[in-house]
Structures are given as structure tokens and as C-alpha cells.
């Protein structure tokens, strides 16, 4: 099982806007991380779309409701 969850990432995201917000990170820092988030979102996005397609039970990475993929 994936250790690291998609809640995770929105977590440390919102603590990254928390720290810019009181100028403890530098912005180009906050960007380089904000595009790597990114990267991650959209590699959940395939994960969604592979899930679908196959019914399957995904990697993990983004927990599983069947009764949700069902619908």
C-alpha cells in the first residue's frame, strides 16, 4: 500500500500557503513544489481514469469507495 495519500499532498500544500503567507519560504521554492504537487494531481487523475476503465482497486494512492465507483 502507498504510504503517502492524495490527503497528504493537500495537507502540505496548505501549509506551504501558510508559511507564504508568513514569509517563511521563498516563492521560486513554493513554485518548484506547487509544479510537483501538480505532477502528483494529475497522476491521481490517471489512476481515476484507470480505475474506471478496468474496475479495478488502483494502486492505493487514492483510497477506494466501490459503492463510488460503481455510480
Known amino acids: ?8 499532498l493537500r495537507d502540505h500544500l496548505f501549509e506551504i500557503i501558510e508559511m507564504l503567507k508568513e514569509n ?6 513554493a513554485k518548484a513544489i ?4 501538480q505532477v ?5 487523475k490517471v489512476e ?14 487514492i483510497p477506494l469507495d466501490k459503492r463510488a465507483i460503481e455510480q
Open 34 to 37: 506547487a509544479d510537483i504537487a
Open 24 to 29: 517563511d519560504m521563498e516563492l521560486d521554492k
Open 48 to 61: 481515476v481514469d484507470f480505475i474506471k476503465v478496468v474496475h479495478g482497486n488502483g494502486s492505493g494512492f
Open 40 to 44: 502528483i494531481v494529475n497522476s491521481a
Open 1 to 8: 500500500m502507498a504510504r503517502n495519500k492524495i490527503e497528504d
